[in-house]
T-cell receptor, first 115, second 111 residues
Framework: EAQVTQNPRYLITVTGKKLTVTCSQN?????MSWYRQDPGLGLRQIYY???????DKGDVPEGYKVSRKEKRNFPLILESPSPNQTSLYFC??????????????FGPGTRLTVT | QKEVEQNSGPLSVPEGAIASLNCTYS??????FFWYRQYSGKSPELIMS????GDKEDGRFTAQLNKASQYVSLLIRDSQPSDSATYLC???????????FGQGTTLQVKP
């Protein structure tokens, strides 16, 4: 089954304790993204990756890091989480960039609470 | 700043009616547009994509695109209570893979 998986689904942590949210896709997609979703602010892109070892900042990258060492995995790293990073996080992967159809698939989400 | 604008709603329609959801976008170069459905606490699910002017139908859903007016709409015929969700409109930024999302319209279908 084609899917994007994220782990953990729920996480409560304390300020300053480094954490990683994993994301993996089994569709051989090149383009992957991380979003956060907050009430009243909608979906905002944090980082994206157009291929292995190619990453770039989205709209709200401060406080986050990513890496893309393998095509299927795109982990999101919070080196020193703060309460303003409490949010619902989605990983997404996309099947095409140039021409043809373009379909972005979302993972199930990770609800992060930083106290 | 490229934007997608939607009325946040809620839009309330009776069961069996047609629900009409609208959005406008600012990026004139954008060629691809999408509607996602999102249930509370769940991830967005792609329900329609549209790439050319006019209408595109898929079951009870019809997407409409007017590039001259920079306007996209989604019609849901025979609305069901299970259609109650937030509907996100998105445009694909020209020359990149980035999707720009609107804030979503909450649809309530009342039995």
């Amino acid at each position: 089954e084609a899917q994007v998986t994220q782990n953990p689904r729920y996480l409560i942590t304390v300020t300053g304790k480094k954490l990683t949210v994993t994301c993996s896709q089994n569709m051989n997609h090149e383009y992957m993204s991380w979003y956060r979703q907050d009430p009243g602010l909608g979906l905002r892109q944090i980082y994206y990756s157009m291929n292995v070892e190619v990453t770039d900042k989205g709209d709200v990258p401060e406080g986050y890091k990513v890496s893309r060492k393998e095509k299927r995995n795109f982990p999101l790293i919070l080196e020193s989480p703060s309460p303003n990073q409490t949010s619902l996080y989605f990983c997404a992967s996309t099947n095409s960039l140039c021409g043809g159809t373009y379909e972005q698939y979302f993972g199930p989400g990770t609800r992060l609470t930083v106290t | 700043q490229k934007e997608v604008e939607q009325n946040s709603g809620p839009l309330s329609v009776p069961e069996g009616a047609i629900a009409s959801l609208n959005c406008t976008y600012s990026d004139r170069g954008s060629q691809s547009f999408f509607w996602y459905r999102q249930y509370s606490g769940k991830s967005p699910e792609l329900i329609m994509s549209i790439y050319s002017n006019g209408d595109k139908e898929d079951g009870r859903f019809t997407a409409q695109l007017n590039k001259a007016s920079q306007y996209v709409s989604l019609l849901i015929r025979d609305s069901q209570p299970s259609d109650s969700a937030t509907y996100l409109c998105a445009s694909k930024e020209s020359n990149t893979g980035k999707l720009i999302f609107g804030q979503g319209t909450t649809l309530q279908v009342k039995p």
